[in-house]
């Protein structure tokens, strides 16, 4: 059979679904924030104050372990110069006319 016919168990062999699981497999999450109520912020970078900025990869992966999802596959990182940001670790903020404070635009998690 091909295409969409249909299976007529007189001239083919037909089988059914017991049934069907459907997942997502990755998500993509914009503008990912920090924190609870009005104290949400965006993300920062770093997982804890000043502790594994560079890469960005231990904060996304946190953020998404967080959300339910293996880690994160993709992830871009801005400087944020006009809001504080929050880091996931120890909910630390980031002042930015202290502090060079970055964040993402997007974090994709997968399952």
Known sequence: MEGHETCTPSHNTCDTFSSITCSVETQTYYDP??????????????????????????AADTFCEDKGYSGAVNFAMIRKEDEPTMTIGDHAVCDPNWHECNTYTFITCIA
């Open 33 to 58: 924030k920090e924190g609870e109520g009005i104290s949400m912020r965006p993300l920062d970078t770093c997982i804890t104050w000043e502790v594994d900025c560079d890469s960005g990869q231990i």
